[in-house]
């Protein structure tokens, strides 16, 4: 599996970008599927995650109310909303896809994830 992140840039505070991670392969539609960010001087963290029907998702605190995940199986692309931003939000953003069962608190775990995307950079400025 080859994923592909793109969407990232600048942008003020409050305002909006939407992250795409396509990956390669025709078992997309079976993964786990998450967002990690690392911002500099930071280690990766998690931001959020989807299972493999796009019926469930779950978020790091920081980021509920203003983020958003989804996917679309038929395009093998997963999608990360992001609103309101913040400059805290600032970091190289990774899409990461997992081919085991999807668990939590498991699906929050960088290493639990099998591959990934070459990230895109986000910047918020102030």
């Known amino acids: 599996v080859q994923l592909q992140a793109s969407g990232g840039g600048l942008v003020q505070a409050g305002g909006s970008l939407r992250l795409s991670c396509a990956a390669s392969?025709?078992?997309?539609?079976?993964?786990?599927m998450g967002w990690f960010r690392q911002a500099p001087g930071k280690e990766r963290a998690f931001v959020g995650t989807?299972?493999?029907?796009?019926?469930?998702?779950y978020y790091v605190d920081s980021v509920k109310g203003r983020f958003t995940i989804s996917r679309d199986n038929a395009k093998n692309t997963m999608y990360l909303q992001m609103n309101s931003l913040k400059p805290e939000d600032t970091a190289v953003y990774y899409c990461?896809?997992?081919?085991?069962?999807?668990?939590?608190?498991?699906?929050?775990?960088?290493?639990?994830?099998?591959?990934w995307g070459q990230g895109t950079q986000v910047t918020v400025s102030s």
């Open positions: 990461a896809a997992d081919t085991a069962a999807w668990v939590l608190p498991r699906a929050t775990r960088a290493h639990t994830y099998d591959y």
């Open positions: 392969g025709r078992a997309f539609s079976r993964y786990g």
């Open positions: 989807i299972n493999w029907s796009g019926g469930n998702t």
